[in-house]
């Protein structure tokens, strides 16, 4: 392959098409290629032989540390910091804690999805070959697109290009990087 | 029904039951491809501004303005130009804070509890919902930081989050009035979040669409907000997931958000306030007054941009439903509060809910029971639930009803308090009503400017749920 190239790109007009092409992609056994959707397709993630998301991670942890802050804090303002005597009652007791803790730790929980995400889709993402591809209009529109890259193992020209065009995919063209 | 077991036993049981067949609503009429769905929605954001835009912006631009002037002259003059006074020191304030808050509700709850129920049909409506609640938890938010008069306090150190004050102090988050500062700064945050969340792939189309028109200023900023979103599949999983378990922490927000309002009066003892009802009572409430603002807002939009094919009769009939539903409940809280009165046994108890609905503050009960336990029955009646400018009407009357409901709990509990010596009769100052007036118009700006520039609908979420997204091909 020359330096130039990202890999193949192919389109499919329909999103039954891209599903049973990418289950194709994943059983030939590629490993760095990409599905390109103008919305989610329910089950591509399996016909892809994808991973379960790691954002639950990030929100849980988010949303533990959120909510520790906001009681340690309540507790270091009352009982450490500042003792002051309301109506008699102690310190720090976590019964009225409660509601600013459940709050902060709903607060870190969403941000630690976001974050999540963000990690884990490496935004922002400043540059990528497929944006710079004529196609992506049309795939953030109504059309489907394969992707799959050169730095692949399996990635052979010829024998990419024939699955690809086996598979159903129109117009596979070499993508530039 | 595409995951049914196919087994023996489960086909002899449905031959013998045989259930009706009863065909899914269509939540995209006409059969529309994608492609008209993309043109559809960015062609409102791409046309020519309107002619009528711009009138209804002048016009709110004059509303909001109200509020401006009411809020240096609050701080130049200080909150005694308000007119509450003793006994009455917690009036208007308070009441448009929480019918903000309220109003509010209804965004989340379509974006996050029928997310997680799988109505599909929240799709559509999603995005608008969404919008309406971050401007109106912009509004709210107004009044607490107005009525500390000192404004500038509210942010530094600090009535309002927890700075340690010129005396080293730390507010007292034993107060209920400090949970709601966390509970309306979470809500606000983690309500933009989610919309961002959701906008992300639409700005991305946006930004490429205008790319190739050679509108390079608008493909840049639209593209700095889409991060480099490309629609990658590894993308998608975790742009579900996290939206999956924004729903969920929504759904956990909605619920806690306005108990924790209702929470400044429920932890208090003064008769008509004390009362366990009014967590799940105020997020009734909430949910009502916000499916009323959404139908308010939904109705003219759809009719102006001619969304007849994307907010579908069916869409409107759920949301006429569900707000029927919380009408009910809301009916029902206001009956359980008299039972509870009585049955409690308590004199001070009783006397406040008599005075209440006979007292010197009864037009008020009354304009509240009519519009707010009256009004939505209407919706029963299929006949009404299609009949769009009844809709309209109604849901005007909804909002009347609700913000006199909380007109009704604040002024009546405290104008008749324990002792005859502490009771008074509460009206509004010129300069109240002239800010709660300009924050309809703050919340005017702010939707016709989401409506200009941003996507209404969202359109990948729309794709996903029509018949051509489907790859096993069980719905069709």
Same mark, same amino acid.
């Given at each position: 392959?020359?330096?130039?190239?990202?890999?193949?790109?192919?389109?499919?007009?329909?999103?039954?098409?891209?599903?049973?092409?990418?289950? +194709?992609?994943?059983?030939?056994?590629?490993?760095?290629?990409?599905?390109?959707?103008?919305?989610?397709?329910?089950?591509?993630?399996?016909?892809?032989?994808?991973?379960?998301?790691?954002?639950?991670?990030?929100?849980?942890?988010?949303?533990?540390?959120?909510?520790?802050?906001?009681?340690?804090?309540?507790?270091?303002?009352?009982?450490?910091? /500042?003792?002051? =005597?309301?109506?008699?009652?102690?310190?720090?007791?976590?019964?009225?804690?409660?509601?600013?803790?459940?709050?902060?730790?709903?607060?870190?929980?969403?941000?630690?999805?976001?974050?999540?995400?963000?990690?884990? *889709?490496?935004?922002?993402?400043?540059?990528?070959?497929?944006?710079?591809?004529?196609?992506?209009?049309?795939?953030?529109?109504?059309?489907?697109?394969?992707?799959?890259?050169? #730095?692949?193992?399996?990635? +052979?020209?010829?024998?990419?290009?024939?699955?690809?065009?086996?598979?159903?995919?129109?117009?596979?063209? !070499?993508?530039?990087? | 029904?595409?995951?049914?077991?196919?087994?023996?036993?489960?086909?002899?049981?449905?031959? !013998?039951? +045989?259930?009706?067949?009863?065909?899914?609503?269509?939540?995209?009429?006409?059969?529309?491809?994608?492609?008209?769905?993309?043109?559809?929605?960015?062609?409102?954001?791409?046309?020519?501004?309107?002619?009528?835009?711009?009138?209804?912006?002048?016009?709110?631009?004059?509303?909001?303005?109200?509020?401006?002037?009411?809020?240096?002259?609050?701080?130049?003059?200080?909150?005694?130009?308000?007119?509450?006074?003793?006994?009455?020191?917690?009036?208007?304030?308070?009441?448009?804070?929480?019918?903000?808050?309220? =109003?509010?509700?209804?965004?989340?709850?379509?974006?996050? %509890?029928?997310?997680?129920?799988?109505?599909?049909?929240?799709?559509? %409506?999603?995005?608008?919902?969404?919008?309406?609640?971050?401007?109106?938890?912009?509004?709210?938010?107004?009044?607490?930081?107005?009525?500390?008069?000192?404004?500038?306090?509210?942010?530094?150190?600090?009535?309002?989050?927890?700075?340690?004050?010129?005396?080293?102090?730390?507010?007292?988050? #034993?107060?209920?009035? !400090?949970?709601?500062?966390?509970?309306?700064?979470?809500?606000?945050?983690?309500?933009?979040?989610?919309? /961002?969340?959701?906008?992300?792939?639409?700005?991305?189309?946006?930004?490429?669409?205008? @790319?190739?028109?050679?509108?390079?200023?608008?493909?840049?900023?639209?593209?700095?907000?889409?991060?480099?979103?490309?629609?990658?599949?590894?993308?998608?999983?975790?742009? !579900?997931?996290?939206?999956?378990?924004?729903?969920?922490?929504?759904?956990?927000?909605?619920?806690?958000?306005?108990?924790?309002?209702?929470?400044?009066?429920?932890?208090?003892? %003064?008769?008509?306030?004390?009362?366990? %009802?009014?967590?799940?009572?105020?997020? *009734?409430?909430?949910?009502?007054?916000?499916?009323?603002?959404?139908?308010?807002?939904?109705?003219?939009?759809?009719?102006?941009?001619? @969304?007849?094919?994307?907010?579908?009769?069916?869409? =409107?009939? *759920?949301?006429?439903?569900?707000?029927?539903?919380?009408?009910?409940?809301?009916?029902?809280?206001?009956?359980?509060?008299?039972?509870?009165?009585?049955?409690?046994?308590?004199?001070?108890?009783?006397?406040?809910?008599?005075?209440?609905?006979?007292?010197? /503050?009864?037009?008020?009960?009354?304009?509240?029971?009519? *519009? +707010?336990?009256?009004?939505?029955?209407?919706?029963?009646?299929?006949?009404?639930?299609?009949?769009?400018?009844?809709?309209?009407?109604?849901?005007?009357? =909804?909002?009347?009803?609700?913000?006199?409901?909380?007109?009704?709990?604040?002024?009546?509990?405290?104008?008749?308090?324990?002792?005859?010596?502490?009771?008074?009769?509460?009206?509004?100052?010129?300069?109240?009503?002239?800010?709660?007036?300009?924050?309809?118009?703050?919340?005017?700006?702010?939707?016709?400017?989401?409506?200009?520039?941003?996507?209404?609908?969202?359109?990948?979420?729309?794709?996903?749920?029509?018949?051509?997204?489907?790859?096993?091909?069980?719905?069709?």
């Amino acid at each position: 392959m020359s330096e130039q190239s990202h890999g193949l790109i192919a389109t499919f007009n329909t999103a039954s098409g891209v599903y049973h092409a990418a289950q +194709n992609v994943r059983d030939a056994g590629y490993k760095h290629w990409d599905c390109i959707t103008p919305f989610p397709v329910h089950g591509l993630d399996k016909a892809m032989g994808l991973k379960r998301s790691l954002v639950p991670v990030f929100s849980l942890f988010g949303g533990i540390a959120g909510a520790t802050a906001a009681m340690a804090m309540i507790f270091y303002t009352g009982a450490v910091d /500042y003792k002051l =005597i309301v109506g008699g009652k102690p310190f720090f007791s976590p019964i009225p804690a409660v509601p600013i803790t459940v709050e902060a730790g709903i607060f870190c929980s969403a941000f630690g999805a976001v974050v999540g995400m963000f990690i884990l *889709c490496r935004f922002p993402m400043l540059y990528h070959p497929v944006l710079k591809s004529d196609r992506i209009n049309a795939a953030l529109d109504d059309k489907f697109l394969i992707v799959i890259e050169a #730095r692949d193992p399996k990635f +052979n020209l010829a024998q990419t290009k024939a699955l690809l065009e086996k598979a159903g995919g129109l117009d596979v063209k !070499e993508l530039e990087a | 029904m595409s995951h049914v077991e196919t087994n023996a036993s489960t086909q002899a049981i449905l031959a !013998e039951v +045989n259930p009706a067949v009863k065909p899914r609503p269509v939540l995209v009429e006409n059969n529309r491809s994608h492609a008209w769905i993309t043109e559809k929605v960015c062609g409102v954001i791409e046309g020519k501004t309107p002619v009528w835009w711009w009138v209804c912006f002048s016009v709110a631009c004059g509303v909001a303005s109200c509020s401006v002037v009411g809020f240096f002259y609050l701080v130049a003059a200080g909150v005694g130009v308000w007119g509450h006074a003793n006994p009455v020191n917690w009036a208007w304030d308070i009441i448009n804070f929480v019918f903000w808050v309220g =109003i509010a509700h209804a965004g989340t709850l379509i974006s996050a %509890i029928l997310c997680l129920a799988r109505q599909n049909w929240r799709t559509s %409506i999603n995005r608008t919902a969404e919008a309406m609640t971050i401007f109106s938890v912009a509004c709210a938010g107004l009044f607490p930081a107005l009525h500390v008069g000192r404004v500038w306090l509210a942010v530094l150190p600090g009535y309002l989050f927890p700075v340690p004050n010129a005396n080293a102090i730390w507010p007292n988050f #034993r107060s209920a009035l !400090e949970w709601d500062v966390f509970a309306v700064s979470t809500y606000g945050s983690v309500s933009v979040l989610f919309w /961002y969340v959701g906008l992300i792939p639409d700005l991305g189309t946006l930004r490429d669409r205008f @790319f190739q028109k050679g509108d390079k200023v608008r493909s840049a900023i639209y593209g700095f907000f889409a991060m480099g979103w490309r629609g990658s599949a590894r993308h998608w999983v975790n742009h !579900e997931m996290a939206y999956l378990l924004l729903a969920g922490i929504g759904t956990l927000m909605v619920v806690s958000v306005c108990t924790i309002v209702s929470f400044d009066f429920a932890t208090s003892l %003064i008769p008509g306030w004390h009362t366990t %009802i009014f967590p799940p009572y105020f997020v *009734c409430g909430a949910i009502f007054s916000g499916f009323a603002t959404v139908l308010t807002l939904l109705l003219p939009m759809r009719a102006i941009f001619k @969304f007849e094919d994307l907010i579908t009769p069916y869409h =409107i009939d *759920c949301l006429c439903k569900i707000t029927l539903v919380m009408g009910t409940l809301v009916g029902y809280a206001y009956l359980m509060e008299f039972i509870i009165a009585w049955y409690g046994a308590n004199p001070n108890e009783g006397f406040t809910f008599v005075n209440r609905t006979f007292g010197l /503050y009864d037009w008020a009960y009354w304009i509240m029971f009519s *519009c +707010n336990v009256i009004t939505p029955q209407f919706f029963w009646f299929k006949k009404v639930r299609s009949n769009f400018a009844f809709i309209f009407a109604l849901t005007i009357f =909804i909002n009347i009803g609700m913000w006199f409901e909380r007109f009704v709990i604040i002024v009546t509990s405290l104008a008749r308090d324990f002792l005859p010596s502490s009771w008074g009769y509460y009206s509004p100052s010129i300069v109240e009503i002239l800010t709660f007036f300009g924050t309809f118009g703050v919340f005017s700006v702010l939707f016709l400017l989401f409506i200009r520039f941003l996507p209404i609908i969202p359109m990948a979420e729309v794709k996903s749920v029509t018949p051509q997204a489907d790859v096993h091909g069980a719905h069709s």
